[in-house]
């Protein structure tokens, strides 16, 4: 009974993913370019040889080759900050506002633009991170704000890739981490992604540091000084993450089922109320420093978007960004008024679905989130490029070379969607519900039910790519090891 209860994970993922596939395949909704399926079946076998060879071929090779792991860091870390230089954008939208006040903060500007951070909350850490950097920077009298945030988006995204490496050498071993980082080297949205320095790229940092502190926690159990130590860092991490980005977190919450339909004693529970203490501690101090610095009248929560507004605009079309509804909830004077308003027209919105409809609609989201390759990037470094060159030719809808470009994206986010499958395959089959990739499984559930309810973006889902990479890796062995076996006439399926 129980090992069943443990299998809805990984088969909900694996028949989500088969259907996303699919569609991406053979009923593409165009997101930032359109494509020919047969290229993009082409493109995956072509992906899948690759993947295999290097697995059983080149990795064996240079795997005892010291350092290798650091000159491989070494390279993306150079491709990251070159390329993120090439592509840096001038600051819009939401992440113009947090760059603004940021840099107006910074400077000692009278008017740093506190409203925006009263109405959008959320956006408040991400701030206070900025504005550090600047200052660290303005002290060294370096102004070009610009360039300093698109360097530390570029450091912040090597780091992620680093902890990624030790995380999947923790989990399975070094030939796998070594796979994953040559993969990474090859995953162009993350070059692309260093330009747009706001949350989506940092909440991919912290929900990798979560799992790498989980395991690190998990290796020194029996060190109660270190093991503390390290239950702190981790409520400290969870509150930054949390405030960064709510699905930051989601690894977080897989952990927490995972060890509830595992094992759950009274060590894990103290453990737990230490990293719980902590964050609370964290999240309360932030706040009311936060209300003090921000705190310009008494109306303060009349400034806050309700959670339900993000609900409601979810629940429209593709789940994206909508003007009308924004207008609409900003048209409410108090917090409770835009809550109210916010709640009757959701239940409006709900009324005038059939059951049918309701769930295309959610379909149409599945489709809008999981099936662009660039993680949205593109769309977001053609507004307002500070100097456009060759790679904006190649990136950008268009874009001269953008035909050629943009099959490498779509093949690979593809590819890793199927071996997500295959790895999904061999947990049941091997019902290995114990192993920490099934955590990786049940947050990739969580993220997509999330995005299912909440306001929806394919640039979303990058918080989720070193996790999804990770159980990624582990059906390229799987694949591998099938196909050597049919070759040699055995029957393995």
């Known amino acids: 009974m129980k090992n069943n209860i443990k299998k809805i994970f990984p088969i909900l993922l694996s028949s989500i993913l088969f259907w996303i596939i699919q569609n991406a395949i053979l009923n593409y909704d165009p997101i930032i370019y359109q494509f020919n399926p ?17 697995s059983k071929k080149i990795i064996p090779k240079i795997e005892h080759i010291k350092y290798i792991h650091i000159v491989l860091f070494s390279i993306f870390g150079i491709l990251s900050i070159v390329l993120g230089q090439l592509l840096k954008v001038n600051p819009s939208w939401d992440m113009g506002d947090v760059f603004n006040i940021a840099k107006n903060y910074t400077i000692g500007s009278e008017d740093i633009g506190a409203g925006y951070l009263l109405q959008y ?47 999947i050498n923790k989990i399975y071993n070094k030939s796998k981490a070594l796979l994953a980082l040559m993969i990474c080297l090859c995953t162009t949205p993350l070059y692309m992604h260093c330009a747009i320095y706001y949350t989506d790229s940092l909440s991919m940092f912290f929900s990798t540091l979560i799992l790498f502190l989980f395991l690190i926690l998990k290796e020194n159990e029996n060190k109660t000084t270190l093991k503390n130590i390290l239950l702190i860092i981790m409520g400290i991490t969870l509150a930054i993450a949390w405030k960064v980005k709510i699905t930051s977190i989601f690894i977080a919450i897989a952990i927490v ?14 453990n737990y109320c230490i990293i719980g203490i902590t964050s609370i501690v964290v999240l309360l101090g932030f706040s009311i420093t936060m209300n003090k610095q ?17 609900i409601m605009i ?24 835009k809550r109210e308003a916010d709640r009757l027209k959701i239940n409006e919105i709900m009324r005038n679905y059939t059951c049918n409809d309701f769930i295309k609609h959610l379909t149409v989201k599945l489709k809008y989130a ?19 060159n060759i790679i904006h030719e190649c990136i950008l809808n268009d874009g001269k070379y953008s035909n050629i470009y943009k099959y490498f994206p779509q093949v690979m986010h593809l590819t890793l969607l199927i ?22 499984s ?52």
């Open 121 to 167: 909350p959320n956006n408040q850490m991400i701030t206070v991170i900025y504005i550090v950097v600047f200052k660290i920077s303005y002290i060294f009298k370096c102004s070009d704000f610009i360039t300093i945030a698109t360097l530390f988006n570029s450091l912040i995204i090597t780091a992620t890739v680093i902890l990624l490496y030790y995380c």
């Open 314 to 337: 979810g629940l429209v079309d593709n789940g994206s960004y909508n003007e009308d509804l924004l207008n609409y909830t900003l048209s409410y004077n108090s917090y409770s008024e």
């Open 442 to 493: 049940i947050s990739m559930v969580g993220i997509i039910v999330f995005l299912l309810i909440w306001e929806n973006r394919s640039r979303y889902i990058l918080t989720m790519f070193p996790i999804y990479l990770a159980l990624a890796i582990d059906g390229i062995d799987y694949i591998g090891e099938k196909s050597y076996l049919r070759a040699k006439g055995k029957n393995t399926w």
């Open 38 to 54: 047969i290229y993009l079946i082409i493109g995956i076998a072509i992906y899948l040889a690759l993947l295999i060879f290097t």
């Open 419 to 440: 071996l997500i499958i295959f790895s999904c395959i061999k947990l049941i089959k091997e019902k290995d519900y114990t192993s920490y990739k099934y955590i990786l």
């Open 294 to 310: 921000l705190n310009k009248s008494s109306n303060i929560e009349n400034y806050k978007m309700p959670i339900e507004h993000w």
């Open 370 to 388: 999981w099936t662009d390759g660039t993680y949205y990037a593109p769309a977001k470094l053609s507004r307002n490029p500070v100097n456009k």
């Open 257 to 270: 089922v995972y060890q509830i339909l595992t094992q759950i004693d009274k060590k894990t529970l103290k």
